[in-house]
């Protein structure tokens, strides 16, 4: 079955660093990639999200590039603020159900003032 | 406008028992799905439900089981409960058919089984 790997499980950053989050998926039929920051205490929430006929998306600090040869996608967030402090998780999905996504293990940022 | 509401937010059970979650979509959304998250296996798939239809499912036991009611709410039902059934629940609905994939997720019900 389909199968997302994320790398790394934790990173840590100085403020105003750049972070950069990695995934690979196995599925080629996948064609949608979303990215959920999931803070303690509350649901995933959705910060950007790409579809594959798409190679890169801007939104603000967010941005997520994907290589479909290579079946991987990365988030980069840069200048890093204390509150992107979070759990972060890629998921992929086929495109006619959007809903079932198959999520990453997940990573942990902490961003140090 | 309100997200999606999930209750209850705790319980505890204990082995054997069954347990039944709620989940009210956000007002328009007719697609529900649930997620378990457990650090161990993360976020997995469990089911989605469309105009009171299962349209997908994910690969868990026939004890675990929902369905959605004509405005639109949501139910998930675990039986027999297990030691490994305790985890985060996750219900998530989304608009479907408007071009975007987007989930909004609620808050979760953390279930322990004792």
């Known amino acids: 079955g389909e199968n997302v790997e994320q790398h790394p499980s934790t990173l840590s950053v100085q403020e105003g660093d750049s972070a950069v989050i990695k995934c690979t998926y196995s599925?080629?039929?996948?064609?949608?990639f979303p990215w959920y920051k999931q803070e303690l205490g509350k649901g995933p929430q959705l910060i950007i999200d790409i579809r594959s006929n798409v190679g890169e998306k801007k939104d603000q600090r967010i941005a997520v590039t994907l290589n479909k040869t290579a079946k991987h996608f990365s988030l980069h967030i840069t200048e890093t603020q204390p509150e992107d402090s979070a759990v972060y998780f890629c998921?992929?999905?086929?495109?006619?159900?959007?809903?079932?996504?198959?999520f990453g293990t997940g990573t942990r940022l902490l961003v140090s003032p | 406008k309100a997200g999606v509401t999930q209750t209850p937010r705790y319980l505890i059970k204990t082995r054997g028992q069954q347990v039944t979650l709620s989940c009210s979509p956000i007002s328009g959304h007719r697609s529900v799905s649930w997620y378990q998250q457990t650090p161990g296996q993360g976020l997995q798939f469990l089911f989605e439900y469309f105009s009171e239809t299962q349209r997908n499912k994910g690969n868990f036991p026939g004890r675990f089981s929902g369905r959605q009611f004509s405005n639109s709410r949501s139910e998930m039902n675990v039986s027999t409960l297990e030691l490994g059934d305790s985890a985060l629940y996750l219900c998530?609905?989304?608009?479907?058919?408007?071009?975007?994939?987007?989930?909004?997720f609620g808050e979760g019900s953390r279930l322990t089984v004792l």
């Open positions: 599925d080629s039929a996948s064609n949608y």
């Open positions: 998530a609905s989304s608009l479907v058919g408007q071009g975007t994939g987007e989930l909004f």
């Open positions: 998921a992929a999905s086929r495109g006619t159900g959007f809903q079932k996504l198959v």
